[in-house]
C-alpha cells in the first residue's frame, strides 16, 4: 500500500516543500486535490522507484490559505490510496507598493506586456526543465545594492493597473557588476520592451534566475557560467525607472523568494537530488 508524507513542513508562500511516497508501482497515476494556485497536480510513475519525492513550491498567493492538500493514487484504473496531508503554510504579509508615474511611461509598459513574440521567447526560457543540477555552492546575491522593492509586493501603477512583483529590485549606481547567482547554462541573453536587457539561468529540474534591467550583457545564450561570474552591468532599460537590478527565482513555473533560496540553498539542493 502506497505510503505519503510532507517532508518539508512548516514552509511559507515563497518558499517550497516536499512530499515524498513509497511503494508505489510503475505505471501508478498520483492525483493532487489542493486549493493552493500554480501547482502541478498529476504524475504518473514512468519506472520503479523505492522512494518517490516532488518539489512544490508555494506561490504568493497561497498566503492566508490552509492548504488543502489530498493525495491519490489510481492503480491498474482502481483508486487504492487517499490520504489528506497538513501542510501548515504560515500567513505572510506582503508590502504594498505605490507608484506614480507618466501617462506616457504606463502606456509603454502595456505596449511591452502585450508583444508576443518576447513574451512567447521568454516563456519558453522559463520553461526550461533541465534533468540535471548545475550547482553545489549556495546561491548569492548577484550584485550590491539597496532593497527598493522586496519580494511579493503588491504594486500599483497610478492607482489602478495592479500586478505582484515576482522577485527583488536592488539599486545602485549605473554600470555596478553583475554577478550569476550560481552556475548554470544561459537560456535567455536578449532585449525585451518590459525587462529590457534580461539574462535567464537554468540552474537545473526547473530552478532558474532572472536579471533584468540591465545595461550590459557580457554572456549569450547557450553559455555555460560559474557562480559570481560576471554576466553584465546594471541598467535602467526596458520599463524602469531609475537604475537598480529586478532579481527573480523560480522553481517549476513558481517564483520563490531570492533570500529565503539564499539562506537554504543546500538545503533545497538535498531535496532536489532525491527528485533526480
Given amino acids: 500500500m502506497p505510503e505519503a508524507c510532507i517532508s518539508m513542513n512548516g514552509t511559507e508562500p515563497g518558499w517550497v516543500f516536499s512530499l515524498e511516497m513509497k511503494n508505489l508501482e510503475k505505471g501508478d497515476q498520483i492525483r493532487i486535490e489542493t486549493d493552493m494556485v500554480h501547482m502541478q497536480t498529476f504524475f504518473r510513475m514512468t519506472e520503479d522507484e ?15 490559505k490552509r492548504g488543502v492538500f489530498i493525495v491519490n493514487v489510481k492503480r491498474d484504473g482502481r483508486n487504492i490510496f487517499r490520504k489528506k496531508l497538513d501542510i501548515g503554510f504560515s ?20 505596449e511591452a506586456v502585450s508583444k508576443g513574440g518576447e513574451r512567447l521567447r521568454m516563456t519558453l526560457a522559463k520553461s526550461v526543465r533541465s534533468d540535471e543540477i548545475y ?40 554600470g555596478t ?10 537560456v535567455l541573453s536578449e532585449a525585451q520592451s518590459l525587462t529590457g536587457n534580461t539574462i535567464v539561468i537554468d540552474h537545473g529540474l526547473g530552478l532558474l534566475t ?14 555555460f557560467v560559474e557562480r559570481g561570474q560576471q554576466i553584465g552591468t546594471m541598467g535602467s532599460t526596458g520599463f524602469s525607472t531609475g537604475s537598480h537590478l529586478h ?13 529565503i533560496l539564499e539562506e537554504k540553498s543546500l538545503e533545497l539542493r538535498e531535496y532536489m537530488e532525491r527528485e533526480e
Avoid: C
Fill in 135 to 174: 550547482w553545489d555552492e549556495p546561491f548569492m546575491m548577484p550584485v550590491e545594492g539597496r532593497l527598493s522593492t522586496p519580494f511579493g509586493a503588491r504594486r500599483t501603477l497610478n492607482g489602478g493597473y495592479g500586478y505582484i512583483h515576482a522577485g527583488i529590485d536592488l539599486a545602485n549606481k549605473l
Fill in 247 to 259: 532579481f527573480e527565482t523560480q522553481l517549476m513555473g513558481v517564483y520563490i523568494d531570492p533570500y
Fill in 50 to 64: 523505492d522512494v518517490w519525492n516532488r518539489l512544490f513550491a508555494v506561490d504568493t498567493l497561497n498566503s492566508g
Fill in 210 to 223: 532572472l536579471y533584468a534591467h540591465l545595461e550590459t550583457m557580457s554572456v549569450e545564450k547557450g553559455d
Fill in 91 to 110: 500567513d505572510r504579509v506582503f508590502s504594498s507598493q505605490e507608484l506614480r508615474i507618466s501617462q506616457s511611461l504606463l502606456e509603454r509598459r502595456i
Fill in 177 to 186: 557588476p553583475v554577478s550569476a547567482a550560481n552556475s548554470g547554462q544561459v
